[in-house]
């Protein structure tokens, strides 16, 4: 007998009447009232995940991607159908985008494996975004490619160069160190973000970008390409065209997700000095695929992985200037004897054949050699201790060194309203040597963890002239911001975590070089106030909340739903409850 061939386009998937003859007769009856012809109605489909959207500033040209990539399907001999899905701008959420990143990875995940495609272009490029779109094509294994939005432009303001949103961040903290006034602050507001695309440095956008390419589910090349040069285009009609390769050879994402390929992208994440929350994305991304990321294996690898990009936060530079400096291909080949070569990639080739290839030219002001480094450690580290049990993250190329090695006082914040409420008051009993902690920022704490682990210099102390501290918190931080900041401290406080035991006065002990922070307080009296510690917030009553605050991980497990992972732990380990 001979086997029947696999259902290619619209003949997949077929909706279930029991009868299978008459769902494709059906199928196509339909299709046909789109005007499709039916020559059309035979090939492979590609589908694309359009994520424009009104909300989504970053998404503002995906309907001239999504048409580019039409084009490359349709001349590579396909059928290109769009697709909506939840779209997520950064700054348009509450409590937070990363509270959303879930729900659009199952929006995507359901879509791609309920609707007949060969294959599937995801177009997005807001932060949450990309993490959301590889999460759900990790747990559909069609075969995918990643279309990013790609970077702004900088803009001019007063001589000088402009680029959301780390310079928003410099500017606010200049208003509100008394230096600038409301005019001025608001004329600096409309020259930061001046055209389609991300935000312009090395914030968390430009970081998952490039970590889609080091994962290799990327065109080579096409992470840094900002928002509106023509060869953005260009790349989605190539990203369609490359669609039709992988569904015609099967390369599904299960073959190019791999422990390599994760290990690749965090070595690119620690050369770059990439953003803090790629951490948490990259970590969920692997659990779809049942690899772990394992924290201590992270600073192992940040040991000996140079930081070899020099854009803001930590430098002078912008994603438009790494682009024309080399782009991520730069950053891999200084990486290569790192790397594991052998990662597939959606172009069909390995990495190490990628990078067979002549170099191009390469701006050393912006890709440093590995000889020749901005620093010869990782940009990122993980840290342990009685206060972080499963670890919390120190951005240290955007730190203080200075600041490394210290103990101080803590000055404890109970909730982001109590931050708001007594940041700024006079009377705060703060100084510059102290500890600033946040508490009940983190993954199951009524905001979701936001991102804002960066803390503001209290205002009597920005006055006088104070630009950094310590801060601590289970909160998240914007991958544009810089500072001596812990963030992720997991467990979180709102889980019961040590974080929410801190008190004002504790002394707190922070080791870089021991990769350690500890709260020095006597189990004594850490059980005391947990016996003390008031009753957790009462579970939502509905809707996705709920569901999100049950199955919600820790920090260190990605913040994915635990349900969603490709192997689930007990239903209710580590999660609140009524």
């Known amino acids: ?10 003949t997949r998937g077929l909706t279930n009447y029991g009868d299978m003859d008459f769902a494709r007769y059906l199928r196509l009856s339909m299709a046909r009232s789109m005007g499709l012809s039916s020559e059309l109605l035979r090939k492979p489909v590609v589908g694309i995940a ?100 790609g970077p702004m432009m900088t803009g001019r303001w007063r001589g000088e160069r402009l680029g959301a949103c780390t310079d928003c ?10 230096e600038i006034d409301a005019d001025t602050i608001e004329e600096v507001e409309g020259n ?19 970590l889609a390419e080091a994962l290799g589910m990327m065109l080579p090349g096409t992470a840094a390409i900002p928002a509106v040069h023509a060869d953005r285009i260009r790349a989605a009609e190539a990203s369609g065209a490359a669609a039709m390769m992988l569904a015609a050879k099967r390369i599904t994402p299960d073959r190019i997700i791999t422990e390599k390929s994760v290990e690749n992208a965090l070595r690119v994440l620690l050369a770059i000095g990439g953003s803090t929350n790629a951490i948490i994305h990259l ?31 930590t430098g002078p530079f912008y994603m438009e200037d790494l682009h024309v400096a080399g782009g991520i291909g730069a950053v891999l080949r200084e990486l290569k004897p790192l790397l594991h070569l052998d990662a597939l990639t959606v172009t069909g080739e390995t990495l190490g054949e990628r990078l067979a290839a002549e170099p191009g030219y390469v701006d050393r002001a912006v890709v ?12 990122l580290v993980a840290l342990f201790g009685s206060l972080a049990p499963r670890g919390a993250i120190l951005k240290r190329a955007a730190a203080d060194p200075k600041l490394f090695e210290k103990e101080a006082r803590a000055v404890v914040f109970t909730s982001l309203e ?73 467990p979180d ?43 957790a917030a009462a579970m939502p009553k509905r809707g996705y909340a709920r569901l999100y605050k049950e199955q919600v991980l820790q920090a260190d497990e990605g913040c994915d739903l635990d349900f969603l992972r490709a192997e689930p732990s007990c239903p209710s380990a580590g999660r609140a409850t009524d």
């Open 50 to 149: 359009a994520t424009y959207s009104e909300f989504n500033n970053c998404h503002r040209q995906v309907p001239e991607l999504v048409a580019a990539v039409k084009r490359g399907v349709l001349a590579a001999g396909g059928l290109p159908l769009e697709f909506p899905t939840i779209s997520l701008g950064e700054v348009f959420l509450n409590p937070t985008s990363l509270f959303f990143r879930n729900l659009m990875a199952i929006d995507t995940e359901e879509m791609v494996r309920g609707q007949p495609m060969d294959a599937v272009v995801l177009v997005g490029g807001c932060d949450k975004t990309v993490p959301a779109q590889l999460m759900g094509a990790v747990s559909a294994n069609v075969p995918a490619i990643q279309v990013v939005t």
């Open 283 to 313: 970590t969920a991304i692997a659990g779809r695929a049942g690899i772990t990321v394992d924290l201590n294996r992270l600073n192992a690898l940040s040991d000996t992985t140079p930081v070899l990009v020099d854009l803001k936060p």
């Open 192 to 210: 930061l973000a001046t055209t389609a695309g991300t935000c312009a440095v090395m914030g968390t956008a430009s970081t998952m970008a490039s």
């Open 368 to 379: 440093r050699t590995r000889e020749e480094p901005l620093q010869p450690e990782g940009g």
């Open 1 to 10: 007998m001979t086997e029947k061939p696999e259902p290619v386009g619209l």
């Open 169 to 178: 961040r410099r500017f606010w903290a200049k208003f509100r160190a008394g």
């Open 418 to 490: 109590d931050l708001a409420a007594r940041i700024d008051s006079p009377d705060l009993d703060v100084t510059a040597d102290d500890f600033l902690v946040l508490q009940n920022a983190g993954p199951l704490s009524p905001s979701g963890m936001p991102e804002a682990g960066y803390l503001p210099i209290p205002a009597k102390l920005a006055r006088a002239g104070v630009k950094d501290m310590v801060r601590i918190s289970d909160a998240r931080m914007s991958g544009t911001a810089y500072g001596t900041i812990v963030l992720h401290v997991s």
């Open 493 to 535: 406080a709102a889980s019961g975590g040590p974080l929410g035991l801190v008190r004002n006065g504790d002394r707190i002990r922070l080791s870089v070089k021991e990769r350690r922070i500890d709260l020095l307080v006597e189990e004594a009296e850490l059980a005391r106030r947990r016996a003390e510690a008031p009753a």
